[in-house]
């Protein structure tokens, strides 16, 4: 089965099922040993990389078995706004067409500065403002014209953020412009909602659902300084009882979800198995899978 969506529009993409992350890490990436010992829990991979890094081998190894994947970018700063890179756009959509990629994704803002080089990585989140959103849509929109491909952009994961706008009300906005279905991070959107005092579901009642395409899942770690409660993206396996309530929330109202994926940076497979369970019991629960 092919799953490539270039020039497909979103209402027609395939739901892929439920799968974990990876990034560059060459030819034994833990996602393919946890397959071997839970083949009915990981039903697609996220690969996570860059132009400059291109495909490791586990990932190209999972491709050719006719197996799902979507290609994460790590590499663009669609916070800037349009123009993008002619050549990196070309670059990117040929890595997606090479995974058989339905979509690509990849978390809004700031990736780099200065010259585009892997030391020079710092994501930071972009401004929260009417204005910024309607520059960041104008990217999206390119880069889905130059690449062929549906963009889901990725709401980041930061403990500080400018701009007077609710994340939500941020990318409610930016998706409406760009016309685009975007990837909800659970545990990104709980460091805002923290770091802002606020309750974990507040302003998910108000932001349109429907235009999820994508659910990330992720383990962190609930730290405790000068009095102040941070959330740090550890990617652990272990998911933060907050984030379950988000992904409760979500998932019987996002309508359009075309997959849903656990993003944990463990090595040992048990573990990850443990909460992939949750999330595929969860999910049969509310009757959005098999």
């Keep these: 089965m092919g799953y490539c969506g270039f020039g497909v529009p979103k209402e027609k993409l395939p739901w892929i099922g439920i799968g974990v992350a990876t990034e560059y890490v060459g030819k034994d990436p833990a996602f393919l040993r946890l397959h071997k010992d839970y083949p009915e829990l990981v039903q697609f991979v ?14 190209s190894s999972w491709v050719r078995l006719g197996r799902p994947a979507t290609y994460h970018y790590l590499d663009i700063n669609l916070g800037y706004g349009p123009p993008l890179s002619p050549e990196w756009c070309e670059t990117t959509a040929e890595l997606a067409r090479q995974m ?31 204005d ?25 994961p930061s403990h500080f953020y400018a701009g007077d706008l609710h994340l939500l009300d941020y990318f409610a906005r930016l998706t409406e412009q760009a016309d685009c279905w975007m990837t909800l991070d659970c ?26 395409g994508e659910i990330h899942i992720a383990g962190g770690t609930l730290l405790e300084i000068d009095q102040q409660r941070y959330i740090m993206d550890t990617h652990i396996p272990q998911v933060l009882p907050d984030v379950w309530t988000i992904v409760d929330y979500i998932l019987p109202r996002a309508t359009n979800v075309r997959a849903i994926c656990l993003e944990a940076e463990e090595r040992k497979t048990r573990p990850v198995a443990v909460t992939l369970k949750q999330v595929h019991e969860r999910c049969r629960r509310l009757a959005l899978a098999a």
């Design 46 to 59: 996220e690969y996570g990389g860059t132009v400059e890094l291109g495909l490791d081998e586990g990932i």
């Design 100 to 130: 058989d990629s339905p979509w690509i994704c990849g978390d809004v803002g700031i990736w780099y500065y200065g010259e585009r080089l892997i030391k020079n990585v710092m994501l930071t989140h972009p401004f929260l403002s009417l």
């Design 187 to 212: 545990a990104h959107l709980l460091m805002y909602q923290c770091a802002h005092g606020h309750h974990p579901l507040t302003g998910l009642d108000a932001f349109p659902l429907d235009r999820v």
């Design 132 to 156: 910024s959103a309607a520059k960041t849509a104008e990217a999206i929109r390119e880069l889905q014209d130059r690449t062929g491909f549906n963009c889901f952009p990725e709401n980041p």
